[in-house]
Protein backbone atom coordinates (compact mmCIF):
# COMPACT_ATOMS: atom_id res chain seq x y z
CA UNK A 1 0.00 0.00 0.00
CA UNK A 2 1.37 3.17 -0.55
CA UNK A 3 2.26 6.23 2.00
CA UNK A 4 -1.24 7.92 3.32
CA UNK A 5 0.70 11.47 3.10
CA UNK A 6 1.28 10.60 -1.04
CA UNK A 7 -2.10 9.79 -1.12
CA UNK A 8 -3.51 12.93 0.65
CA UNK A 9 -1.23 15.00 -1.08
CA UNK A 10 -1.89 13.44 -4.29
CA UNK A 11 -5.98 14.37 -3.63
CA UNK A 12 -5.20 17.54 -2.30
CA UNK A 13 -3.18 18.87 -5.53
CA UNK A 14 -5.83 17.27 -7.85
CA UNK A 15 -8.64 18.52 -5.97
CA UNK A 16 -7.06 22.10 -5.88
CA UNK A 17 -6.70 22.11 -9.63
CA UNK A 18 -10.41 20.72 -10.10
CA UNK A 19 -11.88 23.51 -7.76
CA UNK A 20 -9.29 26.11 -9.60
CA UNK A 21 -10.87 25.07 -13.48
CA UNK A 22 -14.15 25.14 -12.08
CA UNK A 23 -13.70 28.71 -10.59
CA UNK A 24 -12.20 29.68 -14.20
CA UNK A 25 -15.04 28.56 -16.03
CA UNK A 26 -17.53 29.84 -13.76
CA UNK A 27 -16.19 33.38 -13.59
CA UNK A 28 -16.16 32.86 -17.39
CA UNK A 29 -19.28 31.94 -17.98
CA UNK A 30 -21.06 34.48 -16.02
CA UNK A 31 -19.00 37.45 -16.80
CA UNK A 32 -19.75 36.49 -20.86
CA UNK A 33 -23.35 36.81 -19.97
CA UNK A 34 -22.54 39.89 -17.99
CA UNK A 35 -21.37 41.18 -21.16
CA UNK A 36 -24.30 40.57 -23.64
CA UNK A 37 -26.30 42.16 -21.33
CA UNK A 38 -24.04 45.12 -20.82
CA UNK A 39 -24.28 45.25 -24.91
CA UNK A 40 -27.40 44.47 -25.38
CA UNK A 41 -27.88 47.50 -22.68
CA UNK A 42 -26.08 49.72 -24.61
CA UNK A 43 -27.63 49.01 -28.04
CA UNK A 44 -30.89 49.73 -26.43
CA UNK A 45 -29.87 52.66 -25.05
CA UNK A 46 -28.59 54.35 -28.19
CA UNK A 47 -31.51 53.41 -30.52
CA UNK A 48 -33.47 54.66 -27.84
CA UNK A 49 -31.32 58.14 -28.48
CA UNK A 50 -31.39 58.29 -31.95
CA UNK A 51 -33.30 60.66 -33.85
CA UNK A 52 -35.90 59.92 -35.90
Known amino acids: MKNPFVIFW ?5 SSIAWYGFLVFYVGLKA ?12 AGQERDAPP
Open 32 to 43: GREILALIASLQ
Open 10 to 14: ALLVV
